[in-house]
Nanobody, 114 residues
């Protein structure tokens, strides 16, 4: 299983970014897909996830600002991030749990700063 994340960058407060994570080597449409983030000196926390049926779950800190979606034909999960705040600065990782183990993407840096 390989997860390839992209889309991070530097953005001003209030701006938007869209992260993408392409999956290979898994029956993607049956997987729950997650986005996590890790800020310097902090633990890695769940940001959002989306089930195979399209159900979504968000951390309280991003509700109403972030949206997770998936395109099963492209085997890709997205994280649309709006109204970004400096506290959203972190490395963002896509994740899935399959075959009794965790798989992580390589991480993509998001920096929110003026």
């Amino acid at each position: 299983v390989q997860l390839q994340a992209s889309g991070g960058g530097l953005v001003q407060p209030g701006g938007s970014l869209r992260l993408s994570c392409a999956a290979r080597g898994t029956s993607f449409k049956f997987n729950t897909m997650d986005w996590y983030r890790q800020a310097p000196g902090k633990q890695r926390d769940l940001v959002a996830n989306i089930t195979s049926g399209g159900g979504t779950n968000y951390a309280d800190s991003v509700k109403g600002r972030f949206a997770i979606t998936r395109d099963n034909a492209k085997r890709t999960v997205y994280l649309q991030m709006n109204s970004l705040k400096p506290e959203d600065t972190a490395v963002y990782y896509c994740h899935l749990f399959t075959r009794a183990r965790d798989f992580w993407g390589q991480g993509t840096q998001v920096t929110v700063s003026s």
